[in-house]
């Protein structure tokens, strides 16, 4: 899928995002204290992405989804705040749905270009005899392996298996997007877009610190209390005219959904 106005400011937001999914295999500086877990982070920023395209590329969407199966799955063994139970439906919803999302009938179309596999690569485990139209043949086309599939159609029926085995699956299934779809379609450098996100901050905190300097007297203190807010106002200004200059093909409903979008990720 090729989205003609992706919902991400430049290559390096989406790359940014690619790192807190896999921090395992960002680019990390020995000489800086461990990247703390930004998962979380990286699943709100595609629900924000989703609000504000309407759609994005499976491989984003079902990454999120497992990804936050996983923190559920993390939170119930830390917690025990999660019944084993409610831990296996989460673990089904999110697998069935990455499964769905790419060699459902009604989808596979879309996904058989940019997950076409390459003359070099083999396909896994794959039946012919299931038949052209099977979810099964989908999935051959794309490298996706017959265990996925089996398993999506056994959470189907109500055959959950255990925990562990779902998490094992799911964090074969994130490893499989990795390979088939963000080393591919994501090269671009993290870089610019943190050092936007440090700059945001920079400018808050040191709004914070100035109000807290200044006696609580008058209109003195109003005025440095909206500094901040009025530095952020301008860099969401900015976002937002540059929404409307991509919203003019479209309907007044996708532009405030833009706009509004906009606004949020100026603080987000």
Do not use: C
Not at 83 to 93: E, V
Not at 141 to 164: S, W, Y
């Amino acid at each position: 899928m090729v989205l003609q106005f992706p919902p991400w400011r430049h290559d390096s937001e989406l790359a940014m995002v690619r790192d807190w999914f896999f921090p395992d295999h960002a680019k990390q500086d020995v000489f800086l204290a461990p990247i703390q877990d930004m998962r979380q982070r990286a699943i709100d920023k595609v629900n924000l992405w989703l609000f504000k395209a309407g759609q994005l590329p499976a491989a984003i969407v079902a990454t999120a989804g497992l990804t936050e199966a996983l923190l559920h799955d993390d939170q119930e063994r830390s917690a025990k705040g999660i019944s084993d139970s409610a831990m296996q439906s989460i673990h089904a919803m999110a697998f069935a749905r990455f499964v769905n999302g790419f060699v459902d009938r009604d989808v596979a179309r879309l996904h058989a270009a940019e997950m076409a596999l390459d003359e070099s690569e083999v396909e896994e485990e794959v039946l012919p005899s299931k038949g052209e139209s099977s979810m099964y043949a989908h999935a051959a086309t794309i490298g996706m392996p017959q265990k996925f599939v089996d398993l999506r159609h056994q959470v189907a029926h109500g055959n959950m298996p255990n925990v562990f085995y779902m998490r094992q699956m799911t964090l074969q299934a994130l490893a499989w997007l990795w390979e088939r779809w963000w080393v591919k379609h994501v090269t671009g450098d993290a870089s610019r877009a943190l050092r936007e996100i440090e700059e945001r901050k920079r400018i808050s905190r040191e709004a914070a610190e100035l109000a807290a300097a200044t006696p609580t007297n008058g209109s003195a203190r109003r005025a440095i209390d909206g500094l901040g807010r009025e530095t952020m106002d301008e860099e969401a200004s900015k976002l937002v005219s540059r929404s409307t200059q991509q919203d003019r093909p479209h309907s007044n409903e996708t532009g405030q959904k833009r706009k509004a979008g906009a606004l949020e990720e100026a603080v987000f």
